[in-house]
C-alpha cells in the first residue's frame, strides 16, 4: 500500500481530535527537531515554527467562527493560546526565547486529546 492510500484510509478512520491529535504530534515533533538544530539550520527552524504558528492561527480562527459547537470558554481560551503562541514565536525566532515553552504548549493540548484517542482505540 503506497503512502498516501494510507494516509486517505487513515484520514477517513479517524475523528477530528484523533485529527488533532496527530497533527499536534508531528508539529510538536518538528519543533523538537528544530530545536536540538543547530543555530544555523535557520530554514529547519523557522519552517518548524511556521508550521506550529499557522497550526495555531487555524485553530484561534475556528473557534472564533459562529459554527464551532465547543463551550465559548473553551474557544476564548483557545484564541488567547493561539495568541500566546504567534508571540511566543517570533520571540523564539529573534532569538528572545526558545522552543520549549511552545513544545510544552503543545504537550499539554496533546495530553487532553489523548483520551478521546486511547478511548476510541480501545473500541
Not at 478512520?13 to 528544530?34: D, H, K, M
Not at 467562527?65 to 517570533?90: D, Y
Not at 529573534?94 to 486511547?118: H, Y
Amino acid at each position: 500500500m503506497s503512502y498516501r492510500a494510507y494516509q486517505t484510509a487513515s484520514a477517513r478512520a479517524e475523528n477530528p481530535r484523533e485529527t488533532e491529535y496527530r497533527l499536534f504530534g508531528q508539529v510538536t515533533r518538528a519543533l523538537i527537531a528544530a530545536s536540538e538544530a543547530g543555530p544555523l539550520e535557520f530554514k529547519q527552524r523557522a519552517d518548524a515554527l511556521d508550521w506550529n504558528r499557522r497550526m495555531w492561527s487555524g485553530l484561534a480562527a475556528d473557534c472564533g467562527s459562529e459554527g464551532n459547537k465547543l463551550p465559548e470558554s473553551l474557544r476564548a481560551a483557545i484564541i488567547s493560546l493561539g495568541i500566546f503562541v504567534s508571540k511566543e514565536t517570533s520571540a523564539v525566532m529573534r532569538g528572545d526565547s526558545n522552543f520549549d515553552t511552545l513544545i510544552e504548549i503543545n504537550r499539554m493540548i496533546m495530553q487532553g486529546l489523548a483520551p478521546a484517542v486511547a478511548n476510541a482505540e480501545a473500541v
